[in-house]
């Protein structure tokens, strides 16, 4: 049900605990390393993690469709980075602090996260790239861009049906919305702009589904 991992171990290799239906709980607090690998935790039935402040990456698919995982806590001074492709994809979590400083986030590392309703980005995000379909079918209700963002991709947001709230940064480098990045059938979006971005920003997608507002 439970498993520790001690501070001698040197590595945990891709799909090391991948479908382990009995883990309901792993502590990882001792861990020496700096790479959760591929598939690591994948399909297990985890209910819970806090991933350690040394940790820099999140790889691909490590803990996707963990069906029982709400929980997800990253410690204090977190050096995370990056949060690779379907890293979280399709599991039940309520709620994401990303770290200030994860500079990307892959295509789907949130995609059916359908229990998803609080996103949050640290202060001072360094955040500046967002995957296809990142977070695509969440129960968020608002959102802020994170000012180092410059291109929203395809799909990102798409389908986040109670999605009601927009704001970009006033200090944003903000410069494209693609196609489809907020596409929903359920909403018009409250689209909060700087004004010095009023004549830069190209809006790709719906513009039908947005009140857009300038301050």
């Known amino acids: 049900k439970e498993a520790k991992i001690p501070?001698?171990?040197?590595t945990i290799a891709p799909y090391a605990f991948e479908e382990c239906k009995q883990l309901d709980f792993i502590d990882?607090?001792?861990l020496k390393i700096d790479i959760l690998n591929k598939k690591t935790f994948s399909k297990s039935s985890i209910k819970?993690?806090?991933?350690?402040?040394?940790?820099?990456?999140?790889a691909e698919s490590c803990f996707e469709e963990c069906d029982q995982l709400t929980s997800v806590k990253f410690e204090m001074n977190s050096k995370l980075t990056l949060i690779d492709f379907n890293a979280f994809y399709?599991?039940?979590?309520?709620?994401i602090i990303i770290p200030s400083h994860v500079n990307e986030i892959g295509i789907a590392a949130f995609c059916k996260c359908k229990k998803l309703k609080k996103l949050i980005f640290e202060?001072?995000?360094?955040?500046?790239?967002?995957?296809d379909e990142c977070f695509q079918k969440l129960k968020i209700k608002s959102l802020s861009i994170p000012p180092n963002v410059d291109?929203?991709?395809?799909s990102v947001f798409?389908?986040?049906n109670e999605l009601k709230i927009v704001e970009i940064n006033e200090n944003s480098r903000l410069k494209k919305?693609?196609?489809?990045?907020?596409?929903?059938?359920?909403?018009?979006?409250?689209?909060?702009?700087?004004?010095?971005?009023?004549?830069?920003l190209i809006i790709e997608d719906d513009k039908d589904l947005f009140d857009l507002d300038f301050f």
């Open 48 to 58: 819970s993690i806090t991933i350690p402040a040394r940790i820099k990456i999140i």
């Open 7 to 10: 501070p001698f171990i040197r």
């Open 90 to 95: 399709r599991t039940p979590i309520l709620s």
């Open 177 to 200: 919305i693609n196609r489809f990045t907020f596409e929903t059938y359920l909403s018009t979006i409250f689209l909060m702009i700087p004004s010095n971005l009023r004549d830069i």
């Open 28 to 30: 990882l607090s001792n």
């Open 151 to 154: 291109d929203i991709q395809s």
């Open 158 to 160: 798409e389908s986040c």
């Open 123 to 131: 202060e001072n995000s360094e955040l500046s790239k967002i995957g």
